[in-house]
């Protein structure tokens, strides 16, 4: 660790990173909780499931209040 070098990576994309991490992790976790049988697995992936959706929320507001988030493309039909 050296102190006083340049930052590797900006706010914005350690934002955007995050972002596309929590869409994985709700994949993840939804996936998980629905093939679990015992009681404790499924408490324990809902639990991630609900830190995941509370993740994604503050990620999608921070991109939208920063002007920052990437919208899908518009197609209209001609």
């Known amino acids: 660790l050296n102190k006083g070098t340049k930052r590797l990576f900006t706010d914005i994309f350690c934002l955007n990173y995050l972002h596309i991490m929590t869409l994985h992790g709700l994949l ?3 996936t998980s909780l629905g093939v679990s049988v015992r ?3 499924r408490h324990f992936y809902d ?3 609900n830190d995941a959706k ?3 929320h503050q990620t999608i507001e921070l991109l939208l209040e920063k002007g920052e988030f990437q919208r899908d493309p ?4 001609a």
């Open 54 to 56: 509370r993740m994604y």
């Open 28 to 30: 993840g976790h939804t």
């Open 74 to 77: 518009y197609f209209y039909p």
């Open 47 to 49: 639990t991630c499931d």
């Open 39 to 41: 009681e404790d697995l």
